[in-house]
C-alpha cells in the first residue's frame, strides 16, 4: 500500500492513514517522534526497564486507540499524554 508514509506528510495526515489502514504510517510518526517519547518515559520513570515498559506500553495504546484522537490538539502532545499516562498506570502495579 502506498499512502502518505512518506517524510513531508502531517502528523495528523500519518495518523489518519494508520487509521484508513496504512501499516507504515504509525511507524513513521513514531520514528518522527521516538526521541521526545523515549525522554519522556524516562524522566517519568525509576529505570530505563521501566520506562522502556511504560513506552512500550504506550505505543500499543496509541495504535489500538488511534480512532479515538479527536485533533483538539497536537499530535506528539497526544502521544506524549499517554506515555505520562501509561507510566502512571505501570507505576500503579
Known amino acids: 500500500m502506498g499512502g502518505v508514509a512518506g517524510g513531508d506528510a502531517t502528523d495528523g495526515e500519518l495518523l489518519a492513514a494508520h487509521i484508513a489502514g496504512d ?8 520514528r518522527r517522534h521516538q526521541d521526545h517519547l523515549w525522554l519522556t518515559a524516562r524522566r517519568a520513570s525509576y529505570s530505563a526497564e521501566d520506562a522502556a515498559d511504560a513506552l512500550q ?9 488511534a480512532h479515538s484522537f479527536r485533533a483538539d490538539a497536537a499530535v506528539r502532545s497526544w502521544l506524549h499524554r499517554i506515555v505520562v499516562n501509561a507510566r502512571s498506570t505501570s507505576s500503579a502495579c
Not at 506500553?57 to 486507540?65: G, K, P, Q, S, V
Open 23 to 30: 501499516d507504515s504510517a504509525f511507524a513513521v510518526l513514531v
Open 57 to 65: 506500553d504506550a505505543l500499543l495504546n496509541a495504535h489500538r486507540t
